[in-house]
């Protein structure tokens, strides 16, 4: 059974860093590019960035809200995928959504993580 | 960036209406179209992917269409576990973006 767990969400205060974790299980996490998404209370979902595969070069892209600040890594051996977040804002308080990509082009979303709670407040 | 733009924002309906909704992408993203469901407090659920293909598992009165621009996802009998938010998602290009969401409720 395929599986996504997301850790790592707190409270932590504006300007710091946190470091989310998504464990995969049930699938290859190697073989597959990986997805991060947020939504905010009450709001819609929006996508943050993805990874690549390696086998199509590992390559990351990011949203315009959070280039620079926010970074996407993978470690296939431990089957898991990470959103370092950096420079953290309060409209960054969300819940976090990893997901396996699928398909063409960016792909879209077969599986989604529960989801971990950010929130940026002093 | 292209636009998604999902019509109506809510709509209420009775057990067994047929229900549609409509996305509408602001440039032609061909058929890179998935559809989700978001239940109230549940993690999205990938509904329909390649604007028309239903993922595993969904049941079939739920339905996709479109290509282009414009985009519909049917729901053919509409019953109390359909309760939701549904969004679009075009894939084709950088970023990803959704529609603002479809509310859907039971009259």
């Known amino acids: 059974e395929v599986q996504l767990v997301e850790s790592g969400g707190d409270l932590v205060q504006p300007g710091r860093s946190l470091r989310l974790s998504c464990t995969a299980s049930g699938f290859t996490l190697g073989d597959y590019a990986m997805s991060w998404f947020r939504q905010a209370p009450g709001k819609g979902l929006e996508w943050i960035g993805f990874?690549?595969?390696?086998?199509?070069?590992?390559?990351?892209e990011y949203a315009a809200s959070v280039t620079g600040r926010f970074t996407i890594s993978r470690d296939d051996s431990k089957s898991i995928a990470y959103l370092q977040m950096n420079s953290l804002k309060t409209d960054d308080t969300a819940v976090y959504y990893c997901?396996?990509?699928?398909?063409?082009?960016?792909?879209?979303?077969?599986?989604w993580g529960q989801g971990t709670l950010v929130t940026v407040s002093s | 960036d292209i636009q998604m733009t999902q019509s109506p924002s809510s709509l209420s309906a009775s057990v067994g209406d047929r229900v549609t909704i409509t996305c509408r992408a602001s440039?032609?993203?061909?058929?890179?179209l998935a559809w989700y469901q978001q239940k109230p407090g549940k993690v999205p659920k990938l509904l329909i992917y390649?604007?028309?293909t239903l993922q595993s598992g969904v049941p079939s009165r739920f339905s996709g269409s479109g290509s282009g621009t414009d985009f519909t996802l049917t729901i053919s009998s509409l019953q109390p576990e359909d309760v939701a938010t549904y969004y679009c998602?075009?894939?084709?290009?950088?970023?990803?973006?959704f529609g603002q969401g479809t509310k859907v409720e039971i009259k």
């Open positions: 998602q075009k894939y084709n290009s950088a970023p990803p973006t």
């Open positions: 390649a604007a028309s």
């Open positions: 997901t396996r990509n699928r398909g063409y082009s960016y792909g879209y979303s077969d599986y």
């Open positions: 440039q032609d993203i061909s058929n890179y």
């Open positions: 990874i690549r595969s390696k086998a199509y070069g590992g390559t990351t």
